[in-house]
């Protein structure tokens, strides 16, 4: 059974990009939402297994919506999986780092790395 | 016809007026006993004393004139004094401005490095991703995949300088952990690469082997490491050879006559890594050797340099407890750096 992934980016080029990548495994089915303010509804109907999460985006930060996630009593346990263009003071490993209880991969990342966190966070949340 | 007396008279006011017109006061005293004798005609007398009459005035006037130049003559003195004050506060208040602008550019640089990075990323983002899809379609053709494979290492390449910017335009508390020099040394020189090749500048390395481990702040080091790199690029505008250099080294004293500090490490006797950075460019001018440290002090054009580099370089490599020499070769073909790391 292929794992559902929701992906939250404003940028279409890179929600585009990792659907192409992850659809061509064969292993996920993917939804993609570029206006964060609908990424909580979307996650309601989709029901996904693990969420890719862009922190900056207009209108509503990645932190918000990973909270309102948090909240919600079907969602509050699906993993998330930061993106981010920001480069904080501690470096962003090229397979995600924790920071706070939240893992962060920064941008751009590789595919094969992409994936290695997507394995595991999907292992732990199992 | 006139007698010989008024001709005496007459004599001695003509010798009088001649010497009046020199500017020379003569002794009046004789024409004076003259005039008083009686003996002389009463308008011969009267001319002969509203002369002597006109002479004291003009003397005392000279007087008071000379005594007025004197007093201008010191009023202008001080004037100027006030105006040589004026003129050095105004250079300190010139400085000091162009001090405040200095730092202001820094800080606009470093906004700017911030924001370029995250815009940057983003389209870097979706290419990596592009190139990651088309090199798993395309990995049957071998020439496609090559390309590819190309392209993944360009953006690579290109996420590697953001981060060395961000590194470079971050100011944060040291963070030391146990480095190998010699790969900061490799990380910088990838980031001056372009201006490298494009100012047609051979690097040479002369690296000794298995150098202990120092407690080194690699993103701080990187930024010294490109200063220094960059002087010297900059020092070559015809080409040339950037020679770097590293060395086990027990520190003697001469190391440190010159050095750019005085604090307590390293001190004669000491174990450090020696690393000399060396170009074959137009060497250090007397004058400036001086300055090298001053903040805001430097010899390239304006938008070149800030002037800031060496001062920054030093203040980092003080809290490395490492220390930091610039002088000519002795072979006379450019400048050098020697830089001492404790061990």
């Known amino acids: ?25 064969g292993r996920f089915e993917v939804t993609d939402i570029n ?13 996904p297994d693990l969420v890719l999460l862009d922190v900056m985006m207009p209108g509503m930060d990645g932190g918000t919506v990973a909270a309102a996630l948090a909240d919600d009593p079907q969602l509050g346990r699906v993993p998330v999986i930061f993106l981010t263009a920001i480069v904080s003071k ?4 090229p397979t995600g780092s924790m920071i706070g209880n939240h893992t962060f991969l920064a941008k751009p990342v590789k595919l094969e790395d992409l994936l290695a966190c997507i394995d595991e966070q999907l292992g732990k949340a199992r | 016809m006139t007698s010989p007396q008024v001709e005496k008279m007459l004599e001695q006011l003509i010798v009088a007026a001649e010497q009046l017109s020199k500017g020379r006061f003569g002794d009046l005293e004789q024409l004076f006993a003259m005039t008083d004798s009686g003996q002389f005609p009463p308008l011969i007398t009267r001319f ?34 006030v105006n040589q004050r004026l003129q050095q506060s105004l250079q300190e208040l010139q400085q000091a401005q162009m001090q405040l602008i200095q730092q202001a550019k820094l800080e606009t640089v470093g906004r700017l ?73 490799d990380d910088s020189l990838l980031l001056v690469r372009h201006e490298l090749n494009s100012g047609h500048v051979a690097v040479v390395r002369e690296a000794a082997d298995a ?22 690029i900059h020092a070559m505008p015809d080409g040339g050879t950037l020679t770097i250099g590293t060395a086990l080294h027990d520190v003697i004293p001469a190391d440190l006559t010159s050095c750019s500090s005085s604090q307590a490490r390293p ?34 054009p304006v938008g070149v340099g800030t002037g800031l580099g060496l001062s920054v370089t030093r203040k980092i490599l003080e809290l490395h407890q490492a220390v930091i020499t610039l002088g000519n070769r002795s072979d006379r073909q450019g400048a050098e750096a020697i830089l001492l790391f404790t061990l």
């Open chain 2, 211 to 232: 150098l202990p481990l120092l407690p080194l702040d690699r993103n701080k080091l990187k930024q010294v490491f490109i200063n220094l790199f960059m002087n010297a």
């Open chain 2, 113 to 185: 490095a911030a924001g370029v990075a995250h815009e940057v990323k983003n389209p870097l983002a979706v290419i990596q991703l592009g190139v990651d899809f088309l090199g798993n379609e395309l990995k049957e053709n071998q020439v496609w995949h090559e390309t590819v494979l190309d392209m993944a290492d360009a953006v690579q390449r290109a996420d590697r300088v953001i981060k060395g910017i961000l590194d470079f335009s971050r100011s944060e508390q040291l963070d030391l952990q146990e480095t190998d020099l010699q790969t900061v040394i």
């Open chain 1, 1 to 25: 059974m292929k794992k559902r992934i929701l992906l939250v980016d404003d940028e279409a080029g890179i929600t585009r990009m990792m659907r192409r990548n992850l659809e061509a495994t």
């Open chain 1, 90 to 93: 501690k470096e962003v490993e």
């Open chain 1, 35 to 47: 206006n964060p303010a609908l990424a909580l509804e979307t996650a309601r109907q989709f029901r």
């Open chain 2, 267 to 300: 001190a004669a006797g000491d174990r450090a890594i020696l690393l000399r950075i060396a170009d074959t460019g137009t060497g250090i001018a007397d004058e400036a050797s001086t300055k090298l440290f001053d903040p805001f002090f430097t010899t390239k």
């Open chain 2, 48 to 81: 002969a004393e509203a002369f002597g009459m006109m002479s004291v005035q003009i003397e005392a006037r000279e007087f008071r004139l000379e005594q007025m130049i004197t007093d201008l003559t010191s009023a202008r003195d001080e004037l100027a004094l």
